[in-house]
Each structure stands twice: as structure tokens, then as C-alpha cells.
């Protein structure tokens, strides 16, 4: 049988994020620029049953799956998808997985690995799964990495399409009235959602009524959002962007790399600019003014001046 290939983009949020695990909605959109890839070919010479991985980026190197510690990603991804296809010996495989999405950075880098590796075995052991099922793997495998996740990431992934979402709801793909051209900085601070999300966790639990008048604000932010794309009213977004960034310092999830960034892009001419993920590091989105071609060219050079370690310039539509 020929090898099977799956991709998987990666994803960033636009609004609504930490708020979003405690109920309010968060605006979410595929980025295309960077991809995780998941090949799957025939291991004749293996017993019945064996996946053997090679995934370069984290040292492994044609690795049984059974010899990685079981709370692994990796491993509970083969073990779930497995399961989920009713098969107890599959066929043998050997399994190379890359990806330029950077890790702990805020661009889904976890759910793109997992969701390439549900396609691409589910699809080369002969039952490609649909994607609700390979949603619902993928929240399993979230878990590992976040904790408690609000499950967007894994469902922006999937669905490789813009969307609204609210926790335990189905997700609601949404169409723009307008292409939007965001520019995302990475701070090259690795920050581990699943560390700030337990953080800002115990900190609503110490002061709830601020913490849920917060997440609430946040909440209102994304639903005037999703109105001014749907209309495409580009430069109405920009100072909504602005607000949830402000009321995620609030939180305590920003850092000074941040603060550098998005305010060399508010500089540079950005309609807003904030975090974007768990924060404390990672990536910051701008939105560039539209019908301006220069202007986005111009955002990430000012961010790179600033010290950004990467800049993607992405178009969503």
C-alpha cells in the first residue's frame, strides 16, 4: 500500500482567549503558513500491532510507540486512534511526523501533530475518520498538553476554518466579510498553556467576582468582534483587539517581550495589536490596515527591530 500523508495548519486566536475555558466565546482562525505533516507507509518487516515514530524536531528516531511513557501525546494518539477504529493489531506502520509550527507558542502546535497522526494512521489502516471523531481525539490528546483546555485549538485545527466557539458547543464556522491580514510575532519565550491556564485557574478562584467580571468583558469584546468581521469592518476590529489585550494584562499573562512587541506594531501603524494563547511569552498578533499593501510589510519589520524571533504575515478569508 502507498504511503498516506496528512497536514494539519496551525491556528491562532483572535479574541477570547482564557476567558474561553470559563464559559465566553473566542474568535479563532486557521494560519496556513505553517503546517504540521503526518506520513504513514507499510512495515511488512514489523509484527502486527507495531508503529514505529520518527519525529526529528523532538529526538525521536524510528521509536516504538509502546516504548514512550504513556501520558506521552504521541503514544495516546496512536492508542486513540486505534481504539477508535476497533482494531487491536493493525497493520505495522513507520510514522515520520514534521512540523514548522513552533512549540508552546500559541499556534496549535500540539493539535496540528495530533490531528496530521489521527488522519494519516485512520486513513492508511483503511476508515479515515470524520471530522467530529478526529476532533474528539484531538481534545483527549489536549489534554496532556493543557489540562484543562478549552478545546479551541484542537477544533480551529480540524475544521482548518475560522470559528466561533464556545466551550462544550459545537463549533460555528464563520465566513468574513472582508479578508483580514494579521501579522504574528513570536517572542521566542517558550510558555506552556497549560502553566497559565492553571495560574489564572487559581487566581479566580482567589478573587471570583473580579476574574468573572473580566472573563464577562472579554466575552462582549468577541461577540462585537464576530459583527464588525461578518460586515467586514476591518479598522472596527483593531480597537477590540486592543481592549482584550488590556484586560489580559489585567490578568497577569502578559510579560515585557510582549509589551515590546505589541507596542512596535501599534507604532508601526497596527489597526491593534495583542496576545494571542496562553501568554507569558509565545506569539502576538497586529492586524494590518486593509487595502494597504505596504503596511503589513512594514508591521513586521518594526517587530523584527523589536526582537521578535519569527514573523508570519498570514491572510485569512
Known sequence: ???????????????????????QPALAVPVFAVQAQAVVSAAPDLPRGEVRLTAAAIGLQDVSWQALPPDTPLRRTVALTAQALELSQPPAVRVWI???????????????????LVRALSAFWGHPLPDEQVNALAYEVEKLHHGTPSGIDNTVVTYARPVYFVRRQPPQPFRLGAPLTLVIADTGVPAPTAETVA????????????????FARIGQLVEQAREHIAQGNVAELGPLLNANHALLQQMG???PALERLV?????????GAKLSGGGRGGNMIALAPPQAPQA???????????GAARVLVTAVR
Open 263 to 271: 507596542q512596535a506594531a501599534r507604532a508601526a501603524g497596527a489597526l
Open 199 to 214: 495560574d489564572v485557574r487559581r487566581a479566580a478562584e482567589a478573587a471570583p467576582a473580579a476574574y468573572q467580571a473580566l
Open 296 to 306: 503589513a510589510a512594514a508591521i513586521a519589520s518594526a517587530l523584527q527591530r523589536a
Open 253 to 255: 499573562v502578559s510579560c
Open 98 to 116: 514534521h512540523s514548522d509550527i513552533p512549540v508552546a507558542a500559541g499556534l496549535g502546535s500540539g493539535a496540528a501533530v495530533t490531528v496530521a
Open 1 to 23: 500500500m502507498p504511503a498516506i500523508t496528512a497536514k494539519a495548519p496551525g491556528k491562532i486566536i483572535l479574541l477570547g482567549e482564557h476567558a474561553v475555558v470559563y464559559g
